[in-house]
């Protein structure tokens, strides 16, 4: 387990360290200089990390399948899920919502985020692939994940991974929107959310024999539609709903061995 714990230890220190100069003054250091997106410069420490730790621990021979895996395109049916059914579950809120409280019945928000509202839904998609997909996700899918389902079935590596992923974004609390603000019922429903989409993103993750490109894709797309312009905060909650039942739905289906059809995806260490 060292090289797990090598991992998490040295994209916690790469992520916190870029985004010092953003909670530099909650904790009493003053205020230092920041960057452009410079939050987003900070979700490429678990795959930095990742890349470190594979080529260190793994040599060269793994470092360049792991930079395969993030263009490995296997089986466009979960490429198609993967970008559309965050949107769609968006959709369903939203008419839940309407017929259940009352809200207007509009979909032209999900084309408008609140955070980068310079960018309309392309640029936005690509901002989150870049950054938060890719950036996340060859570290906890790309190096973590299989390397706990070496020692445990599929469903407990997704909930220890759970953990880890909600350790990174400690410091987060302390500068971010959002977070700074969250009560004690907001941070319960934030970790299900963790859980649940690490529950979805490795069903995607072994059920696509580890491509990395669909794990980011969906990760670059589930953000959207909470982020997005909606009449009203109860369309989150449903949509927050929905993806749970499809989290539980996976479990029930795919079983906690794999979560998947196919066999769990677990990396064999390659040396140079």
């Given at each position: 387990?060292?090289?797990?714990?090598?991992?998490?230890?040295?994209?916690?220190?790469?992520?916190?360290?870029?985004?010092?100069?953003?909670?530099?003054?909650?904790?009493?250091?003053?205020?230092?200089?920041?960057?452009?997106?410079?939050?987003?410069?900070?979700?490429?420490?678990?795959?930095?990390?990742?890349?470190?730790?594979?080529?260190?621990?793994?040599?060269?021979?793994?470092?360049?399948?792991?930079?395969?895996?993030c263009f490995t395109l296997r089986y466009i049916s979960?490429?198609?899920?993967?970008?559309?059914?965050?949107?769609?579950?968006?959709?369903?809120?939203?008419?839940?919502?309407?017929?259940?409280?009352?809200?207007?019945?509009?979909?032209?928000?999900?084309?408008?985020?609140?955070?980068?509202?310079?960018?309309?839904?392309?640029?936005?998609?690509?901002?989150?692939?870049?950054?938060?997909?890719?950036?996340?996700?060859?570290?906890?899918?790309?190096?973590?994940?299989?390397?706990?389902?070496?020692?445990?079935?599929?469903?407990?590596?997704?909930?220890?991974?759970?953990?880890?992923?909600?350790?990174?974004?400690?410091?987060?609390?302390?500068?971010?929107?959002?977070?700074?603000?969250?009560?004690?019922?907001?941070?319960?429903?934030?970790?299900?959310?963790?859980?649940?989409?690490?529950?979805?993103?490795?069903?995607?993750?072994?059920?696509?024999?580890?491509?990395?490109?669909?794990?980011?894709?969906?990760?670059?797309?589930?953000?959207?539609?909470?982020?997005?312009?909606?009449?009203?905060?109860?369309?989150?909650?449903?949509?927050?709903?929905?993806?749970?039942l499809w989290g539980i739905a996976t479990i029930i289906?795919?079983?906690?061995?794999?979560?998947?059809?196919?066999?769990?995806?677990?990396?064999?260490?390659?040396?140079?």
């Amino acid at each position: 387990m060292k090289p797990i714990a090598t991992y998490f230890v040295t994209a916690y220190v790469i992520s916190w360290t870029i985004w010092l100069p953003l909670y530099s003054e909650a904790i009493g250091i003053g205020k230092l200089p920041t960057l452009p997106y410079h939050h987003a410069l900070g979700g490429f420490g678990p795959m930095i990390a990742s890349l470190i730790c594979t080529a260190f621990f793994d040599g060269r021979q793994a470092l360049a399948a792991l930079i395969k895996q993030c263009f490995t395109l296997r089986y466009i049916s979960y490429v198609l899920l993967a970008l559309t059914s965050p949107f769609i579950i968006a959709g369903i809120a939203t008419i839940i919502s309407h017929y259940a409280n009352g809200t207007e019945m509009v979909f032209n928000g999900l084309t408008k985020n609140k955070e980068m509202a310079q960018m309309s839904l392309i640029p936005f998609f690509l901002y989150n692939l870049l950054f938060f997909g890719f950036g996340e996700e060859v570290g906890w899918r790309g190096f973590a994940l299989p390397r706990l389902q070496q020692h445990m079935n599929a469903l407990s590596a997704s909930m220890l991974l759970t953990v880890f992923w909600a350790l990174w974004h400690v410091s987060l609390f302390l500068y971010r929107p959002g977070y700074v603000t969250m009560d004690a019922a907001g941070a319960f429903g934030w970790i299900l959310s963790l859980a649940t989409g690490s529950v979805l993103l490795t069903w995607f993750y072994n059920s696509t024999r580890g491509s990395l490109l669909v794990c980011a894709i969906l990760h670059a797309t589930i953000d959207i539609p909470f982020l997005s312009d909606l009449p009203s905060t109860e369309i989150n909650s449903y949509m927050g709903m929905l993806i749970t039942l499809w989290g539980i739905a996976t479990i029930i289906i795919f079983k906690p061995k794999n979560l998947s059809r196919e066999a769990k995806y677990v990396a064999e260490p390659k040396t140079s």
